[in-house]
């Protein structure tokens, strides 16, 4: 579907039925093209965001899903919701379970129910036999905590990196990806340029988190796909490399970090 002779982009990590993007989606989708960005993982973070997400996949070939409970939804998570997401998985374009985690920064659901919720998603991930993705805000120790007591056992990702190049180590050492996002393009960010510039090339991924995140100069603005490009630019500056060379290392990585991507399904 390419005619571009530069290495494609993914964006791994996308809210493409945000309400915020809904609405102009076929302009969003173009503006990605023909930024490079030819690849978009849409993530879901309720029953009903994943079955929008896997239906997003089935429309169009160049997006790919992820199904899982954020959370921010944790309370409202139970059986029902592991029967849906449970069918949803076995669609061949779902390649990861989240996104899923603590966010003890804004505590939308109780800090019991999130860790509870989080436990239950690592093991549904495993007997669906995906890789999940990990949201962690302000948690980074019950996070890691959780990991080690019940260990994800086809990896995964931490989204929107921005914590100490200390837990970077700690997360890398467990076999997880790194995946940077519009703040590490920012003047005051300290953590996330660190953790980029430091990283292992193949542990290195980029994503939007559209409609939120975006990277400089549309902070405070609305992110999409498209600006991916603008993140893993600035990844390249950190690390001394070409932009390229930061396409073709995270595209690379995508490929085994979601082994669903090499059956029958992934192209
Ligand atoms: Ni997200």
Redesign the pocket.
């Known amino acids: 579907m390419s005619g571009s002779k530069n290495a494609m982009i993914w964006d791994v990590?996308a809210?493409l039925n945000s309400p915020r993007l809904a609405g102009d989606l076929a302009a969003v989708l173009a503006r990605a093209q023909a930024a490079g960005v030819e690849r978009i993982v849409n993530?879901g973070?309720d029953a009903n965001s994943s079955a929008e997400s896997v239906a997003l996949a089935e429309k169009y070939d160049f997006i790919y899903a992820a199904v899982g409970v954020?959370p921010h939804d944790a309370a409202a998570a139970g059986s029902q919701t592991w029967d849906e997401l449970r069918a949803l998985a076995r669609r061949p374009k779902v390649l990861a379970w989240g996104?899923i985690g603590l966010d003890y920064y804004r505590d939308l659901s109780p800090r019991e129910t999130q860790r509870r919720v989080f436990i239950e998603q690592i093991e549904l991930a495993n007997e669906a036999g995906l890789p999940i993705i990990i949201?962690d805000r302000d948690a980074h120790g019950d996070i890691l905590d959780i990991i080690r007591a019940h260990p994800p056992v086809h990896g995964g990702v931490f989204?929107?990196y921005s914590g100490s190049w200390e837990m970077a180590r700690e997360v890398l050492s467990l076999g997880f990806y790194l995946s940077f996002s519009g703040p590490v393009t920012y003047r005051n960010a300290r953590h996330a340029p660190e953790a980029a510039a430091k990283a292992p090339a193949d542990r290195l991924l980029v994503e939007t988190?559209c409609p939120?995140l975006p990277p400089e100069p549309h902070r405070g603005k609305r992110n999409e796909p498209a600006y991916t490009v603008l993140t893993a630019a600035k990844i390249a500056e950190l690390r001394g490399v070409s932009l390229e060379e930061i396409a073709a290392v995270t595209t690379a990585n995508v490929g085994r970090v979601f082994p669903r991507l090499n059956s029958a399904a992934g192209e």
């Open positions: 990590h809210h993530i973070f954020h996104e949201h989204h929107s988190d939120y």
